[in-house]
């Protein structure tokens, strides 16, 4: 059973629109989810992160947003631009500061068009 | 040098061979894991070591078998692999979370893996 889905394997946006990647999760008890973005080749490098207490988190460009109610999870990039252009990861976990382990989504391709 | 790094960055090996993956991370971390990225598939944890314990072993077969001889030196050693174990696998490193709830993990680039 898939704990964090990522729905949409791919997204391709216009450079300075806003992008939005999404995140479903089922476990009610995650309380800490973040975003990683890798580029090819690369490792996975941390982007953003949200606490189960929030609703919003911002840094720059970016903005999570988490909606327990609904268990879903969105990231927005305004405005979007060419070097943004990776594989975006949501992850989970329960229990985050007693050490609980990260449960990735499958991620999604986001493709920034000039 | 900084980070986590991962030699070598790609791996070809026959389903008789044996190797290993090696991971180094410089960063003080007590914890270090591996992870494996298939296609289209979530990023997949296999082992997790805590001050070079194993706690963590979530199934994976006896083909893979980790090593973990101090707090900044993680193998994977390999042998008679599938086709079907042909991956990206990714080594990561964390603080103890209970003591640095930060970020998460860091990551290294990658083992590319192909089983022929």
């Known amino acids: 059973d898939q704990q964090v889905k990522q729905n949409s394997p791919s997204l391709s946006v216009q450079e300075g629109r806003i992008s939005i990647l999404n995140c479903d999760y089922t476990?009610?008890?995650?309380?800490?989810f973040l975003w990683y973005k890798k580029y090819p080749a690369e490792g996975p490098t941390f982007l953003i992160s949200i606490s189960s207490i929030k609703d919003k988190n911002e840094d720059g460009r970016f903005t999570v947003f988490l909606n327990k109610s609904a268990k879903h999870l969105s990231l927005h990039i305004v405005p979007s631009q060419p070097g943004d252009s990776a594989v975006y990861f949501c992850?989970?976990?329960?229990?985050?500061?007693?050490?609980?382990?990260?449960?990735f989504g499958q991620g999604t391709e986001l493709s920034v068009k000039p | 040098e900084t980070g986590v790094t991962q030699t070598p960055r790609h791996l070809v090996m026959g389903m008789t061979n044996k190797k290993s993956l090696k991971c180094e991370q410089h960063?003080?971390?007590?914890?270090m894991y591996w992870y494996k990225q298939s296609a289209k598939k979530p990023l997949e944890l296999m082992f997790v070591y805590s001050l070079e314990e194993r706690v963590e072993n979530n199934s994976v077969p006896s083909r893979f078998s980790p090593e973990c001889p101090n707090s900044s030196h993680l193998f994977l050693h390999l042998h008679t692999l599938q086709p079907e174990d042909s991956a990206l696998y990714l080594c990561a490193s964390s603080q103890e979370l209970t003591k640095n709830p930060g970020p998460g993990y860091t990551f290294g680039s990658g083992t590319r893996l192909t089983v022929v």
């Open positions: 992850a989970a976990s329960y229990n985050y500061n007693q050490g609980g382990k990260l449960i």
């Open positions: 476990n009610s008890m995650f309380d800490y």
């Open positions: 960063l003080g971390h007590n914890a």
